[in-house]
Each structure stands twice: as C-alpha cells, then as structure tokens.
C-alpha cells in the first residue's frame, strides 16, 4: 500500500478532534463524523487515485452477492444503504455506488455468524449462494485443502501487484508458492488486527525521556531502549506496598498477545518458511528462543507488566482504564481498538513495536489474524468476480482506506505529524505468523499463552510436547508432494 498521498491528506486533517463519549470496547465509530467531504471528488483528487487495468466491462445487471461475518474486532460490514454523514461510512457507499454503475451490477451483503460449518455445508451441497465470502484465515486455508475454494491465483482480472494489493503481506500467505488467498486495501479487518505500541506523551515529558520518534527515526527503538522507558515511570501510587490496577505501571497487554506482538518485532517467527516456501517450526531457533526469553526479562522480570488484567477483550477494558487515566507508559493496542482512547485527556502517541537490538534492520508490526476473501468453487462467474474484486480492492484504496486514517487520526496522537510516519511504518511492514494465525489455537492461544501468563520461559520443552499436533496441522496446508 502506498501511503505517501493518504499522509499528505491525513496531515490536514491532524488537529481534528473526535466527539461523542467515550467508546466502550468493542469500538463504536458511529460517533465520529465526516471532516472532509468524500461525496464529491475534485479534479484534483482524481488525478492521485490509483487506477486499475480492467478496461470496459459490464455485467448486465447481474448481483454480486458478497457473505461477511459479524465479529467484534473488526468493521465486519461492507456496504451501507446511504450516507449518513460518518467518514468511513460514507467511504464505503461512494466505493460500493461506483462499482455499481461503472460494471452495471448490484451489491448484495448478507451478514452471517462467525462461524464456518454452514459456509462448509453449503458449499458441499453445490449451492451456488455467494460469490465472495469470507472466512477467518485457519477456516480458509483448509476449505482450500479440501477443495472447497478456488486459489486467488486461478482467478481472473486479479493483478496482485498494483499497490492496491498488500505485497509484503501476500507473501507471507503463500504456501509451496501458492497464493491460495490475497489481502488488499479491501480487507479493512487486517488494518483493525494492526497491533501497536500507545505511549503516554505526558509521561515522557515528566520523566524528560528522549523522544520515542526519535529512537524509532534513529533505529535505536529497542526492547532495552523501551525497558528504560518502563521502569523509569514504575510507581507505586497509593503507596501500601502492592502494586495493582490503582498505580502506575510501565505496559498494558493482554496477556496472550505479548509474546507476538514481541517476537514478530524483532522480526522472528514462530512458524517459518524455507527456501521452498515450505513452513517449519522455527521457535527453538536461537535467535528465536533469545528473543524470547528478551520479552520476558523487560516484561516479568522488571515487573514492569500488568499482570492482574481482566482479559475480558483482546484489548482488555481494565488496561484502556488505566492507560487513560495517564497510569501507563506503554498500552498494546489494534488499530480497532485505539478509538476507546478517543476521550483521553493526555497525549498519547502511537509506535510500532521495538527492533530486539540495533543490528535489526527493519520494524515489523504484526497482523494478529485476518479475514480471508474466499470464492467458492459453486462460483461459476469467475470473470465478474475477479473484475469486482480487483476493484473493490482498488476504489477502498482511494475513499476507504483514506476515511479509515481520518477515523484513526481522529484521536489524540493526530496532533503531531510524527504520528502519520508512524502509520505508515507500521502498516507498510505488516506481517502474518501462521503460528499467530492459522494455527492459533495451538500456538498462540494454546501453550504460548498459557507459558506467558504463567511466566514459564522453558519454550524448547513446551514445542517438544506440542510438535506432532503441530505437524500435524502443517501437513494439512497446500503442499503437493
């Protein structure tokens, strides 16, 4: 995704504040209003929309029938009956009425259940009943195993190397070289389960700190760097020799998302893949298990973490308590989550997650799980599909993505323009971990979580208990023998 144009409009639009009360998690954004008018598009503007290669077509009238799940981490519909004034709204009726009359087709949304057996049994049963759906990413992969879906890759009209299509990321979704699904500016979902670091601006004001911007433009935002910062605001508020949810502290996670959130910062992966696109386990690796054991020696051992956390979401309510009441240097958050600190009295600013030292070349931020766009092979109008999706992909580049940086920016770290280079470092260097994602239940929210919540760091005995239920599930994935 290029974002250099989607920054210039954004810094506009910094010093906008959001209204309304504060939101109560899930994130409501039905509060924030229009600032710019996206109804209408300028001369101007058009000359900096991304353009695709279909050329005319038209479809006679025909339904684009699209299935989307309901799920409360992520803006789950895609289409509005009319604007109402709501930025992102409003973004997803000009895509929508585009498309419609450009290819003289309808949109059709049906909202269904988070779940996947119907999807499954559906399709099965030869029912022709959606033409793009959506499944989380672990349902996905194995609809495709199963021949249940088509390969992106046997799709017409797809060109998966316009900018409107999220490159870095897709190559972390192929599999023995296949793309069997894709991600672009479309799918909304992988900017909601962005995960970053909300940092306290007063407190590094109060504690004179360097500039975390300036440590991440420097390349020296490192775990040590961000130790620092976490012990030096360290206090026991109340003063009676415990520390718990009334004092400050110095990070606020859920307890399940910071092993993640760490390793893939430092540019590790629980899942790797080799030199023939092949996924293998890579968490006894000694960069890996170093890394591992990094996080727990800033987080555990400095007890610089909140440890006592409710858990009640993957943002959980008790840390978006104390964070915005100015008692946390640190706070992980998903970009879905980040508008429940819209009312926060106190500067915050945004960061991607720290390098594991100076020597790491890159920042990495990690896409907790995705949506994946499925066709089904009932689908027996491929072309139209490929068309509607390559567009879909294309016009959410230029009126949605746009309207969802103008909700982002609506909070308080929209008052300076470091925040924009933020964005677009962290959205720019997103990437998957199948052990974060399609084998989540195992790794992630299996033993992982319960070694981080227990503070058990003996990673090479937890793999070696959990290897053949995990080959096991990498011999389901799309590899042809």
């Not at 909601?192 to 109060?206: G, I, S």
């Amino acid at each position: 995704m290029k974002l250099n144009i989607i920054t210039a409009f954004l810094l506009l639009c910094a010093a906008l504040t959001a209204c309304g009360e504060a939101a109560q998690t899930p994130a409501d954004t039905s509060a924030v209003t229009a600032a710019p008018d996206i109804t209408e598009t300028t001369a101007q503007e058009t000359e900096f929309l991304y353009k695709d290669d279909l050329g005319d077509m038209t479809f006679g009238g025909a339904e684009f029938r699209i299935r989307t799940i309901q799920n409360a981490n992520v803006h789950s519909y895609v289409d509005v009956a009319e604007e109402s004034g709501d930025v992102y709204d409003d973004s997803l009726y000009k895509r929508n009425r585009i498309i419609e009359e450009r290819f003289d087709i309808d949109i059709i949304e049906t909202i269904a259940e988070d779940k996947s057996a119907p999807v499954r049994t559906l399709i099965q049963a030869g029912d022709d009943a959606f033409d793009l759906g959506v499944l989380r990413c672990d349902d996905a992969m194995y609809f495709y195993t199963d021949g249940l879906t088509y390969s992106i890759s046997d799709i017409p009209n797809i060109d998966l190397s316009k900018p409107y299509w999220a490159g870095k990321l897709n190559e972390s979704l192929t599999i023995d070289g296949k793309q069997y699904v894709a991600i672009g500016d479309y799918d909304i979902n992988v900017l909601d389960l962005t995960y970053a670091l909300a940092f306290n601006k007063q407190l590094v004001t109060d504690f004179d700190m360097e500039s975390p911007y300036q440590l991440v433009g420097d390349g020296k935002w490192t775990m040590d760097a961000m130790l620092s910062m976490m012990t030096e605001v360290l206090s026991d508020i109340n003063g009676d020799g415990v520390m718990d949810i009334n004092d400050r502290w110095g990070f606020l996670s859920h307890s399940k998302q910071v092993s993640p959130n760490f390793w893939i910062g430092a540019g590790e992966m629980s899942i790797l893949k080799d030199e023939n696109d092949i996924p293998y386990i890579n968490m006894t690796s000694e960069r890996f298990v170093n890394v591992f054991d990094k996080f727990y020696t800033i987080t555990w051992d400095a007890e610089t973490w909140f440890s006592k956390t409710s858990g009640d979401y993957d943002v959980p309510t008790d840390n978006i308590q104390i964070f915005s009441e100015g008692r946390s240097m640190f706070m992980d958050v998903s970009f879905f989550h980040i508008n429940n600190l819209r009312d926060m009295e106190t500067d915050f600013g945004i960061l991607p997650y720290p390098k594991y030292d100076e020597a790491q070349s890159e920042y990495y931020s990690r896409v907790s799980y995705y949506w994946a766009n499925i066709i089904p092979v009932t689908n027996t109008k491929l072309e139209m599909t490929g068309a509607i999706l390559e567009a879909l992909n294309c016009e959410s580049a230029n009126y949605v993505v746009p309207a969802y940086y103008d909700i982002a920016l609506k909070t308080k770290y929209s008052r300076d323009e470091e925040s924009a280079a933020m964005l677009d470092l962290i959205f720019e260097n997103r990437v998957v971990d199948l052990g974060d994602t399609v084998l989540c239940a195992t790794i992630r929210d299996g033993f992982i979580a319960q070694m981080f919540k227990s503070n058990n760091r003996d990673i090479a005995s937890q793999v070696a208990k959990k290897e053949k239920t995990i080959q096991k599930w990498l011999a389901k994935m799309p590899i042809d023998d």
